[in-house]
């Protein structure tokens, strides 16, 4: 299927009202038909993995998947200039992918019901597609994901989005995933475990805790809407959303006109911190790592910060029974990730801050106003972080939304962040700290297209915005 | 001094037909007054440098400027899936900067007579500013570059342009430079080596051997001179070029209508060669390279092919004289790069060829039709490289230009290659080899705003296109 005007087929998507009862329910039923077992092993009882002593990493015996490995960090950055810390270390490229189709006129996305051991409630909504560039390379395979055949079959008439995303830049050592969107053909098959949703569903679900996993809110945020000046489209006549901050969100991601700062300017401020900015990453073994604690089931920091690396047994019974073993991160404690907007000559802007993390492939990328996945935001001195005690003190009525959110299930165990998205009142200053650059949702929109300027933290955020 | 619309104030300096005879003559005089001397030394003679034997690199005594590393480079493209190499590593950012203001209303470079040691000719046009970041960092220093303060001074209202641009990936490890460009005020003094050229001056200058360096290519080429649809401008009436193949070349770089690819469709393109290949370079001494041989005086490889690595002494008397000693790469030949130009539903499209090169950043950067660098054009089968026969083999009024320019005579020592620029005859087939997709020059212009997209030589021929 053709799909003519792609950025305005996604805006219809996501200004679809339809109500998400029924999905909830359906994840619902999904989760009572399975159990899943995470237990906590020795990492010597991680069966096909191995812990070598000699080279100071976690890897598959097959040296596929992924490994767990430390790292010297260096930078110019900050007042910590130096530190050690384990990291993922996942070089191959994955595809994350949906598949879409207009029902009814609408574009629909097929979702499917995941489980995935480190989710707190186990099942959530995934894309189409997880598959690793084996799966897509290889011409035939006894066991290949469903769908895969789509995905490999696509023309350039029916390739929607197809970025090269990055992931956690503290957590993953330079990982980055292909995002997909494919249109199908009408009498496309849908198992079991799949559904079909609107974007307007899937941005109503991520309202609610937990429900949307992070691969799907990731290659969401690749949608552009579509860039308009103030002449071509006539927001409050062509588009109605009820609430006034919905009118002003959606008015942000497709004004390109009325913008605070250049891309000029844009692509000054972030040349500046690149150009005069250092981030130095060598591999060292995991057993040297300064200020971590390797014991026989655990790979800690001596205060207890940050996270830790564990090795889990994972036995997941459906009609089938699978098990496996696997090392995981454990999160310490729960972070925050925020975006503050402020209406600026009448266009809404995000506070974007330019974050150094040591796994970013081109040291700086843009990030939400506040984010600590590394420490805990509750207990970090308030007015020691920019606008994290605006954020936690912020009153109801300036929340858009305030919803927990599962990290990737697969590597993450029980990780949860906070997600939320305020639109300041007046008061706030227009003046920015240092590292701050305000953006409509339209600039970081476009700047999602291009490789490594937004980061996930940022995308995921963006992805949860609702219109209507 | 504030330029309002940028992009209209770059096109009309393009534009300008001033005569060059006088630019000519001014160079001429420069390198009359000056005596430059390279000779060929050991490296053991190469005062304040050292070949480290057990680390295998020849670096400078302070840890500064760069150093000579050995590289073991793996990849899945290609017929040759490993090979060694020495490669030059200068990690720390260096500027590039153009100092412009309005003169009589036509916006002019201020641009440097500078001797390189490398260059076959010594003088060269160079930007306002070649500076280091210790340069830039620096808040006091003895000999600081000329016009630097201006450059620290900068203001988001007096910067142009500010973007961190790649160079070779063939010879320089992931090296980029921060080309900057920003308007001066009126009473800019300018010194004896210094003048002042408008884009018009510099292009037509460009179309002449070995006049225009390498770091004034570079910078020019991050100019955008606007994205205009059909109804927004009439090229005919308000620009008129005099040759029908300049108002075509105009045409496409002012288009944001009518591309053969779409945008999405380019990244595509680009996002499944990253996903699917792989680039791992790992350093390892210069002695231990396969098929490289380290003499006193020389590394080189073993079939005289590439590149060497050899040490030089430079004395260089004008007013004052200076001395020093320093590593250098010399070719092996002469290298060709050539953009291969189609007219497409009536607009211009670059035969553009995705590349893969040892030193990128990201895998793969967009480079010309035909690049060949690291080994002979004359020597090539004409049949074992795409578009290399149809280059050397181009009627006399298909070529835009057919100039020789030199890389960088600070590192490189005689290097020159040809630059071609061919409109296509409506013979040559739409259809394009694998890895190659069409792009007008607006696309290419746009990309280039982005990091690691467009590669230096690309960047380089997209300068030198005249359109008066």
Redo the contacts between chains.
């Keep these: 299927m053709v799909i003519k005007n792609?950025n305005l087929a996604f805006l219809k998507s996501a200004l679809d009202k339809t109500e998400v009862n029924s999905a909830l329910e359906w994840i619902n039923n999904q989760n009572k038909a399975v159990n899943v077992s995470v237990k906590k092993v020795d990492f010597e009882k991680l069966e096909k993995w191995k812990f070598d002593q000699k080279k100071g990493c976690i890897g598959h015996d097959t040296g596929s998947f992924f490994s767990i490995d430390g790292i010297r960090v260096n930078t110019t950055l900050g007042k910590v200039g130096q530190w050690d810390q384990p990291i993922i270390n996942q070089?191959e490229?994955g595809?994350l992918g949906f598949l879409v189709k207009e029902i009814n006129g609408v574009l629909h996305f097929l979702v499917q019901a995941k489980i995935e051991p480190g989710n707190v409630n186990f099942v959530q909504l995934s894309p189409t597609l997880q598959a690793t560039?084996s799966n897509?390379?290889q011409a035939h395979n006894g066991k290949q994901p469903k769908y895969l055949e789509y995905f490999k079959n696509a023309t350039?008439e029916t390739?929607?989005?197809?970025?090269?995303q990055s992931e956690q830049g503290a957590r993953f050592l330079k990982k980055r995933n292909?995002n997909?969107i494919i249109s199908a053909n009408d009498n496309i098959e849908v198992y079991e475990n799949f559904t079909w949703l609107t974007l307007g569903q899937l941005k109503s679900l991520m309202q609610v805790d937990n429900i949307v996993n992070m691969d799907t809110r990731t290659v969401l945020s690749g949608i552009l809407y579509g860039n308009y000046n103030k002449k071509a489209i006539n927001f409050s006549s062509v588009f109605t959303p009820q609430e006034t901050y919905k009118s002003m969100l959606l008015k942000s991601a497709l004004s390109s006109e009325g913008c605070f700062n250049s891309?000029?300017?844009i692509?000054?401020f972030i040349?500046?911190l690149?150009?005069?900015n250092?981030l130095l990453v060598k591999k060292i073994p995991l057993n040297v790592l300064k200020d971590w604690i390797v014991t026989k089931d655990e790979i800690y920091h001596k205060d207890n910060d940050y996270f830790k690396i564990i090795g889990v047994e994972v036995e997941i019974s459906n009609r089938e029974v699978l098990n496996w073993y696997q090392p995981m991160v454990e999160p310490a404690q729960e972070g925050l990730c925020a975006f503050v907007c402020k209406n600026i000559n009448g266009l809404l802007h995000f506070a974007v801050q330019a974050k150094l993390e040591c796994g970013n492939?081109?040291i700086f990328e843009f990030a939400p106003t506040v984010q600590t996945l590394t420490g805990s935001y509750k207990k970090t001195p308030k007015d020691s972080l920019p606008f994290l005690e605006y954020v936690l003190s912020a009153k109801k009525e300036q929340i858009v939304y305030d919803t927990i959110q599962s990290e990737e299930g697969g590597r993450f165990f029980k990780e949860q962040n906070r997600n939320i998205l305020i639109i300041a009142d007046d008061d706030l200053p227009q003046e920015l700290p240092e590292n701050f650059i305000w953006m409509t949702l339209n600039q970081i929109n476009n700047l999602t297209?291009?490789?490594?300027?937004i980061n996930i933290q940022a995308r995921n955020l963006i992805a949860s915005i609702p219109f209507v």
Tied chains: 1, 2.
């Design positions: 792609v070089p490229v595809f560039r897509f390379q350039e390739v929607l989005i197809d970025q090269l292909r997909i891309l000029n300017r692509f000054s040349t500046d690149k150009s005069n250092d492939h081109d297209q291009y490789n490594n300027y």
